[in-house]
């Protein structure tokens, strides 16, 4: 069954905490992304990679980080410093990173 | 910065009835894609146009790209309550700065 997964599908965090959201695709994708979804919004890029071991910052990359250790895999940490955090967070991937992406069901974050 | 502006914000019609979107960008483009997500959902891919089509069909679905104008429409003919959802247009720009960049998106209500 292949495709692209996220969990959890809903996450509380205290303020001041990190969190880490887990996307796992068995797609053999070699492009994956992180977008944030504010209510009524459309989405906006916090990062993105390529290839394994390779990322690049996004246009709201500030409070984020991520790693590609594996190509199947593309953790997304929210740190303290994400001022705003409560959103709704997609995982995609692609092909490369013209192609078509496919998304995951999404995780929504609230920060207690 | 959004790339894409799709027009209406908000759209209300009956079942039956056709339902045409319209996204309009600023700079060259490989190519346009359309997603739609269902609420608090993923995204799910539609249709995607290169630079050089003017036209492309899948369904109901009826896709224009003008780019003299930097527009595009999608158009969905008959459409019935289970089109009900958010429509975004995605642009790959033309350059290095290859990813996606998304619209703020047109909620489409179709009425039984």
């Known amino acids: 069954d292949g495709g692209i997964t996220q969990s959890p599908k809903y996450l509380f965090r205290k303020e001041g905490q990190n969190v880490t959201l887990s996307c796992e695709q068995n797609l053999n994708h070699d492009a994956m992304y992180w977008y944030r979804q504010d209510p009524g919004q459309g989405l906006r890029l916090i990062y993105y990679s390529q290839i394994v071991n390779d990322f690049q910052k996004g246009d709201i990359a500030e409070g984020y980080s991520v790693s590609r250790e594996k190509k199947e895999s593309f953790p997304l940490t929210v740190t303290s410093a994400q001022k705003n955090p409560t959103a709704f967070y997609l995982c995609?991937?692609?092909?490369?990173?013209?192609?078509?992406?496919?998304f995951g069901p999404g995780t929504r974050l609230t920060v207690l | 910065s959004q790339q894409g502006e799709e027009d209406p914000q908000a759209l209300s019609i009956q079942e039956g009835e056709n339902a045409t979107m319209n996204c309009s960008y600023k700079?060259?483009?490989?190519?346009l894609q359309w997603y739609r997500q269902n609420s608090g959902r993923g995204l799910v891919h539609l249709i995607l146009i290169r630079s050089n089509e003017r036209e492309k069909h899948s369904g109901r679905l009826r896709v224009t790209l003008d780019t003299s104008k930097k527009s595009s429409s999608l158009l969905i003919t008959a459409s019935r309550a289970a089109d009900t959802a958010s429509y975004f247009c995605a642009t790959d720009l033309s350059g290095s700065a290859r990813q996606l960049t998304f619209g703020s998106g047109t909620q489409l209500t179709v009425l039984p």
């Open positions: 700079t060259s483009i490989n190519n």
């Open positions: 995609a991937s692609s092909k490369g990173v013209t192609d078509t992406q496919y």
